[in-house]
């Protein structure tokens, strides 16, 4: 040992010694007292929070398998009827024979007599999807006349002439004679004059289900069901309060013996489906992120107790951030509590483990031991408060209250802690070694313009992926064919119509007859969407018509002289060979004009109880609700509306319509929460720094990570969406913190070149990396689990990691000192 190094080595022992009565008085940064408070309080707190947690945790309260977390709350399906899906076996067509309508071989025939036990069985908490197809076609034959809109009572006075009557008896008796009429399908005793074809440009106003019969649309069965086209499946509705294990049972003992399979199709069973992979698949995940952390911190740190603290201490917060969001009921605060661990949820909290290290590590080189940083990181999350996503909103506030506790914890418990653990004497040399930064500004500038210009390039072409279709690992087979043969349930909108005002419904018996009434306006406006925009239209307002219209028809009506032409038609009827008496409930019924089809007749007919299942609410408080199934895939309608049209419509709202919008404002609310957190990113940095030159080289850093993140996910064929806003705003606010620290390294290893004291003293960039490594860890946890959403968080948030750590070496301190350059004024130069 030299003899500079033997005083250097005195000097160090002589200062500890000196500073032994002083250390003996503290624990930490905090005097002893004090530091054994806050450790006692946080020994308590995360012990009843974990109890709490393993409680919550055994009564399946914990994780929630709901998927409409993302969508904003007016959007979200207001009812998840159970569907019972009935699927006629083969083995039993097999073995089942008998000829005829009656053939109990024939798929129809067994499900009729499954959908017969299931209303046996359950009574009234089986609801008609539909309107059963008898009573529609006695409603539509008693009124067909006054449901022709009057722009066509001009044709049908053509019809009911005496040469086209004429015509149209003398087709109807070839037809008759025919030796194929009895296997065409056509019913003429209900419409002898084609009257009926008069109301094809009303398709999806009239009926349940928009497609004609024998079309690969799912019909309506005679008890109101759906069959599907391929006539072996059908479905049955549901109105229960019993639990979904309940009704499974019942279901299954009211088909026993028949040959068919039951499936109960229950938003509850799915989401508790889910709750279960989530706990098991979060519990690996965390594990495998904790396993990580510190292993990194192990290798590098080399100190086995420290880590192990701080390992403690990240769980503790992961424990308190699951408590809070979670356990407790925040009502004072608006509700702001996440609602359960969401298959969003978890990957964030996750990623608040990697994130919740930076303040552990101590990477001091913005503001006063390093509060800038912190913040920074706090704050990455605020700008989500400014987008539409409920569950995001919440996030803004829980992560940065996490962050913020992560701090605490790892600032004033964890070094307490240590201390008061054995540990190997303290090594800092970590700290100091490393990469030295070198400003290079023009390779710089060209690499962040570059992945700046490829992301804005990649951006448009990723697929745009709903927030009601978060990707799960498995999804129930019995949905899948429920969306093949049925239709898909993100697709089905809802449109609300409530009673007119008091004053002008005194002539209505009932508020329900009120609100049946307006909805007869709102069907006439939703049809327009039929076919190009929905598929059908789904309401009890399509038939009947508004008091004023029906007035107005009857007057238009009363001009045709209904009486006179079906006289004329008894008589060619007569003339022609025809019984006459074959079609006298047509004549009956465009005879009898008196008789409209007015709400209140059909809540008084058979139409009653299905128009009941509309109705919500109670007394005067009551509304019908129609709804609409809009053609489209994953959840994103195939025809998109603009902000005009659908200010044109009633007021649509389903998580269909959500998507819709969002899919069209997506670049534009990314872009709003982008530039909110690059600016407050550089905000936090310049008030860290009191450097705008390094801010700015942040800012553009965090751009150029975002951008090179879209293009590695469109290279990689992935998707954009409301799912993938969280971690492009983590990483851009990630890379911005690097490079800051990296420029303030650079700066200060520039200043202090050439002097041995200079080369030795601030951190080095092995904890920076250290630091930017972390979240990486989170990620690669991520992207090892077995949910496919949060595969792809973790893929973004690593390949921002990576290229944050790049960027923040090399581009930041390059730009900064461009800025530098850019401020600094010339030198004037001095004459000779």
Not at 346 to 370: P, Q, T, Y
Not at 414 to 426: C, F, G, I, K, T
Not at 507 to 526: C, I, N
């Amino acid at each position: 040992m030299s003899e500079g190094q033997g005083e250097a080595k005195g000097q160090t022992t002589a200062r500890a010694r000196a500073d032994e009565p002083r250390a003996a008085a503290r624990l930490g940064p905090l005097p002893r007292p004090l530091a054994l408070v806050i450790l006692g309080v946080w020994a308590l707190v995360t012990l009843v929070a974990l109890v709490q947690l393993i409680q919550l945790d055994r009564a399946s309260s914990l994780w929630s398998g709901a998927l409409d977390s993302l969508v904003p709350e007016v959007h979200r399906a207001s009812e998840g009827r159970p569907l019972v899906l009935l699927r006629a076996l083969p083995d039993g067509l097999e073995s089942a024979d008998g000829p005829g309508d009656d053939d109990p071989s024939d798929p129809r025939t067994i499900l009729d007599e499954a959908a017969f036990a299931i209303e046996e069985a359950l009574g009234e908490e089986r609801v008609p999807l539909a309107p059963p197809r008898t009573e529609i076609t006695r409603w539509l034959d008693a009124h067909a006349l006054y449901l022709l809109p009057i722009e066509t009572h001009d044709a049908l006075a053509e019809r009911l002439s005496d040469a086209r009557m004429l015509a149209e008896v003398q087709g109807l008796d070839a037809r008759l004679t025919s030796p194929l009429f009895s296997v065409s399908g056509e019913q003429p005793r209900r419409d002898p004059l084609g009257v009926h074809e008069l109301a094809k440009g009303e398709a999806g106003r009239l009926g349940h289900v928009a497609e004609a019969p024998g079309s690969h649309g799912p019909q309506v069965s005679a008890s109101g069901d759906l069959i599907a086209a391929s006539g072996d499946r059908a479905l049955i509705a549901l109105r229960s309060d019993r639990t979904a294990n309940e009704l499974r049972a019942e279901l299954e003992a009211a088909v026993d013996g028949l040959p068919v399979s039951v499936a109960l199709i229950d938003p509850r069973l799915s989401e508790a489906a889910l709750a279960t992979q989530l706990r098991r698949d979060a519990a690996t995940a965390i594990v495998a992120c904790c396993a990580g952390l510190i292993l990194a911190l192990s290798i590098v740190v080399r100190r086995v107790v420290p880590v192990l603290v701080m390992g403690l201490g990240l769980a503790s917060v992961w424990v308190w951030l699951a408590w809070a969001g979670v356990g407790l009921e925040l009502e004072s605060l608006g509700g702001l509590g996440l609602g359960g661990l969401g298959l969003p949820s978890v990957a964030l909290s996750i990623l608040v483990l990697g994130f919740g290290c930076d303040a552990g590590l101590r990477v001091h080189e913005l503001g006063a031991r390093g509060w800038a940083g912190t913040l920074v990181v706090a704050g990455a999350l605020a700008p989500l408060a400014l987008s539409p996503y409920p569950l995001w909103q919440r996030w803004a506030l829980w992560w940065a209250l996490a962050c913020l506790a992560a701090a605490l914890i790892m600032r004033l418990v964890v070094p307490a802690l240590v201390e008061l653990l054995p540990s190997s004497p303290a090594d800092s040399e970590w700290r100091r070694r490393g990469l030295r930064p070198k400003p290079i500004a023009a390779l710089a500038v060209l690499v962040c313009v570059g992945l700046s210009a490829a992301g804005a390039w990649a951006a448009p072409q990723l697929p745009y992926r709903s927030a009601a279709r978060l990707p799960v690992t498995e999804l129930d087979p019995h949905e899948r064919e429920l969306i093949e043969h049925f239709f898909d349930p993100t697709m089905i909108v809802t449109a609300s119509t409530t009673p007119a005002a008091p004053d002008e419904q005194t002539s209505f018996d009932t508020p329900a007859a009120a609100a049946l009434d307006a909805a007869a306006e709102t069907a006439a406006q939703l049809a327009v969407l039929v076919p190009d925009t929905a598929r059908r239209v789904d309401t009890p307002g399509s038939f009947v018509l508004p008091r004023a219209e029906l007035e107005a028809r009857k007057q238009a009506l009363a001009k045709l002289k209904l009486d006179d032409r079906m006289a004329a038609l008894h008589e060619l009827l007569v003339d022609q060979g025809l019984r006459a008496e074959a079609f006298a409930e047509f004549v009956r019924g465009a005879t009898d004009i008196e008789d409209l089809p007015s709400a209140q007749a059909a809540l008084d007919g058979p139409l009653g109880p299905w128009i009941s299942a509309y109705l919500v609410g109670e007394g005067e408080e009551v509304e019908l609700r129609a709804r609409v199934e809009l053609r489209g895939h994953d959840g994103l309608p195939r025809a998109a509306l603009s902000a005009a049209q659908l200010a044109e419509l009633p007021s649509l709202r389903g998580p269909a319509i959500a998507a819709m919008v969002d899919a069209r404002e997506f670049d534009r609310r990314l872009g709003v929460v982008v530039v909110a957190g690059l600016w407050l990113t550089a905000f936090l940095v310049w008030l860290g720094t009191g450097s705008l030159g390094i801010a700015l080289a942040a800012a553009l850093v965090g751009v150029a990570c975002e951008g090179g993140v879209l293009l590695g996910l469109s290279l990689l064929g992935q998707s954009t969406g409301p799912h993938l806003v969280p971690a492009l705003v983590l990483v851009g606010a990630g890379a911005g913190l690097t490079g800051a620290r990296a420029c303030r390294i650079a700066a200060r290893t520039e200043a202090q070149a050439g002097t041995e004291s200079g080369t030795q003293s601030g951190p080095g960039t092995r904890p920076l990396l250290l630091g930017a490594a972390c979240p990486i860890i989170a990620a690669a946890a991520l992207l090892s689990s077995a949910q496919p959403l949060w595969r792809e968080l973790g893929l973004a948030v690593g390949i921002g990691g990576v290229l944050g750590c790049g960027l923040g070496l090399f581009a930041a301190p390059g730009l900064a000192s461009l800025f530098a350059r850019l401020r600094r004024p010339a030198k004037p130069e001095v004459s000779s």
